[in-house]
């Protein structure tokens, strides 16, 4: 399958990968895999995606959010990938995590956001393992935290 011709077709502008702002990388390859260090919820426009899931947000909001976050994890796959998604074997494992509500408890229903887009870019090889984590709070407010782990080929 031909990532960038998948992106063309579900009409999906990646954002820009942007740098880190603290003393990390946003992407180490081990081997044969890829570290995507967490990305947050920014909209298309640049502006954070803030507030707590359960109170500020909807559960529906916290599934765009965690997609945004998936779409800029795509990004720093292409950018570690010298902009060639066709190095990607797969995609092994999701953590997200969800700035949520005491009582909150659908934290797999907002990481599917995230889940579903690489699963609609990456096809079979987008079916990944996963944990979504409920969380008091999150760095500069966002809703949503989704790191990532691929396998290159």
Known sequence: MNYEEKLKE?????PEAKAPVGNYIAAKISGNML????????????????GKVGKDLNTEAG????????????????KACSNDL????????????VNST??????????????DLIASIFGDAGIHTRA???????PLGVSV??????ELK
């Open 102 to 115: 005491e009582n909150f408890t659908e934290q797999p229903k907002v990481i599917n956001g995230a889940s």
């Open 35 to 50: 570290f995507i260090s967490g990305q947050i919820s920014i909209d298309e426009n640049g502006q954070l995606i803030k």
């Open 10 to 14: 579900l009409n999906i502008t990646l």
């Open 132 to 138: 979504a984590v409920s969380t008091n709070s999150l």
């Open 86 to 97: 066709s190095k990607v074997k797969s995609c092994i494992k999701l953590t997200g995590f």
């Open 145 to 150: 935290e989704v790191d990532a782990i691929f």
């Open 63 to 78: 599934y765009n959010a965690a997609k945004r976050c998936a779409l800029s994890i795509v990004s720093q796959v292409k």
